[in-house]
């Protein structure tokens, strides 16, 4: 490392360096959303040193490259509506801080971290970096008593796959003498499979499985969903889930290639298991952010695919799903913050009862983004579900994309349960007042706005997914 | 000879830590063979100094405590990790300085914020 080199990784210290000014800036400024405003520049700024990033430093501990800069991409879009879908949304939950910025920022750089990761050691920096932040964000709320659960659950969880995770390095440390992931792919080729190898495989499976929640690793997924602030909920199902999708691919689609054919069973189980759980575990919530919980695991489920079918095709669906999902998805958690009031929940399926006739554009939307969700044409839900089957099939795995199918079709029932109370019921009590405020609306807007554009003119996102894979 | 290497070196640690494991527990077993057995009231009383125990052993701590706790770590640790860089400071030079001044400033951040939040005011 000489300071010639030290343009691949300023996109990280950029953002490192903003990170500490929004969270001193905090103690001075009193306005908080003028601190969400920051954020938001600062992930500019740092979106600014990306395209010169292109490197690899550290012995190739660190890397930036086209796969990497990808998922930086999602991360920063989500960083940024994360931030608009918020300012109103903690005032009404009466916790405006400061550090909530700053928190999802740090939050951001340890997602950075781990898709820039060559080495195992810098990966679970990065991993640790976010989990840490997203604990204190799940427990936002402080003066609210399931925020606190949640919080406490989830680092509960979080600390334990950690352990594992760190086990299975130790393990693969052990028996190849090295944590990075390039060395490890060349060491492998040369070895056999043997039973303790296997097992270092299984318990990285397990601790990035309970990290992307993957069934039966998801347990912790519904309670803290709901229980974390609604914009946070946004966040972590969008940008951490993508950050452990990131390192997912790396490990095991370099890393660990050599015994792919001992890891892809087991990650088709999960993957079956996964969507099982979440399409069916779903229909039975009548909480509608507990319903987005169960789905995100589904959609987990989906994702999961890309890696399956490996490959430039695989991986680059995957990443398209993942981009998409995050658009559809925050959408969605967006008009549960804009149903969300001073006095009123607005989480339960009752209080969509009516929508269409009472708040016809708001309606409108939540349709826009369950149909994306179900995956129906011209939505983007369509496109991200079409390019992962078509990789499956591509691979080899036409049963693989056909069970795909059956359970998307199962989720139909629960996504579009919401479109039937919301235009085929008649409205109940004393109409909803939405809560929305121009920060929120244009958050709303880029999400529909994108969910409608890549789903009727995807080829640009498709065919950077595949440029930056290939 | 591979595998069969025994760590003689570390035979006296092993000794030491034997031989003060048996002085403990023999002074122990030794005692409860000589001594008296006669207790009353006040003898089996909590020992509090001399003067009469009041209240509950378990007291609730004031948060503040845990707050002061996690600070003096982060600063104790930003110590210890201070001893092995000066130690290999001549080697590495003025790259080490730099580093760490960005450590230390990392910190300092911290620690504005804390005096800022009035983390170190009791009141």
Redesign the interface.
């Known amino acids: 490392m000489n300071f010639t080199d030290i343009h691949t990784l300023m996109p990280e210290i950029v953002m490192a360096v903003l990170a500490?000014a929004v969270?001193?800036s905090e103690?001075v400024i009193r306005r908080k959303e003028t601190v969400g405003l920051l954020a938001i520049v600062s992930v500019a700024v740092t979106a600014y040193f990306i395209p010169t990033s292109f490197g690899t430093v550290f012995n190739g501990m660190f890397i930036s490259d086209g796969y990497s800069v990808f998922f930086k991409f999602i991360f920063f879009t989500c960083l940024i509506l994360t931030v608009l879908i918020s300012s109103r949304y903690l005032e009404i939950e009466r916790s405006s801080h400061g550090e909530y910025y700053a928190l999802l920022m740090f939050a951001t750089l340890g997602m950075m971290l781990m898709a820039s990761a060559g080495d195992l050691i810098v990966l679970y920096l990065g991993l640790e970096l976010m989990a840490l932040s997203l604990y204190v964000l799940t427990g936002f709320i402080r003066h609210e008593y399931r925020s606190n659960e949640a919080s406490l659950k989830y680092f509960l969880l979080g600390a334990f796959s950690s352990a594992i995770l760190l086990y299975g390095i130790m393990m693969i440390y052990a028996q190849t003498g090295t944590t990075d992931i390039n060395t490890i792919s060349s060491v492998l080729t040369e070895k056999k499979a043997t039973v303790s190898l296997l097992l270092s495989v299984i318990f990285l499976l397990v601790a990035f499985s309970f990290k992307i929640a993957l069934a039966p690793f998801h347990m912790w997924t519904p309670d803290v969903y709901e229980g974390a602030p609604t914009s946070i909920t946004a966040f972590m199902s969008v940008g951490p889930k993508a950050a452990g999708f990131a390192v997912l691919g790396r490990v095991f689609l370099v890393g660990l290639y050599p015994l792919q054919i001992n890891w892809i069973p087991l990650l088709i189980g999960l993957s079956i298991l996964t969507m099982a759980v979440g399409n069916i575990l779903a229909i039975q919530q009548r909480s509608v952010k507990r319903m987005l919980a169960y789905s995100s695991i589904a959609h987990a489920g989906y994702a999961v695919i890309g890696i399956i079918a490996g490959g430039n095709e695989g991986v680059s669906a995957m990443m398209n799903y993942l981009l998409i999902y995050m658009f559809m998805n925050i959408g969605a958690f967006s008009i549960l913050i804009l149903m969300r009031s001073e006095d009123f929940l607005g989480e339960s399926l009752d209080d969509f009862k009516g929508l269409a006739k009472t708040h016809p554009l708001t309606a409108g939307l939540m349709l826009l983004f369950m149909f994306s969700l179900t995956g129906i044409p011209p939505t983007a839900g369509f496109i991200g579900k079409f390019y992962l089957f078509k990789a499956a099939v591509g691979a080899g795995y036409t049963w693989l994309a056909i069970v795909t199918v059956i359970f998307s079709a199962i989720s139909a029932y629960f996504y579009l349960r919401v479109v039937i109370y919301m235009y085929m019921h008649e409205p109940e009590g004393e109409a909803v007042s939405l809560s929305g405020s121009p920060s929120l609306g244009l958050a709303l807007l880029i999400s529909a706005l994108l969910v409608l554009f890549i789903g009727i003119y995807p080829s640009p996102f498709i065919s950077f997914a595949r440029i930056v894979t290939g | 000879m591979p595998g069969r290497y025994l760590p003689t070196e570390y035979l006296p640690v092993a000794i030491f830590i034997a031989i003060s494991i048996a002085f403990g527990l023999g002074a122990l077993i030794m005692g409860s063979m000589v001594r008296l057995r006669r207790p009353y009231r006040e003898k089996l009383m909590p020992y509090e100094s001399g003067i009469d125990p009041v209240g509950e052993p378990r007291v609730r701590f004031s948060i503040r405590f845990y707050i002061i706790a996690m600070l003096f770590v982060v600063f104790d640790v930003e110590a210890i990790f201070m001893y092995p860089w000066a130690i290999v400071f001549d080697k590495i030079g003025l790259f080490a300085l730099i580093e760490m001044i960005i450590f230390i400033v990392?910190l300092l951040?911290g620690y504005?914020?804390a005096l800022?939040?009035e983390a170190f005011r009791w009141e």
């Open positions: 500490l969270l001193l103690l | 990392i951040v504005v914020y800022k939040k």
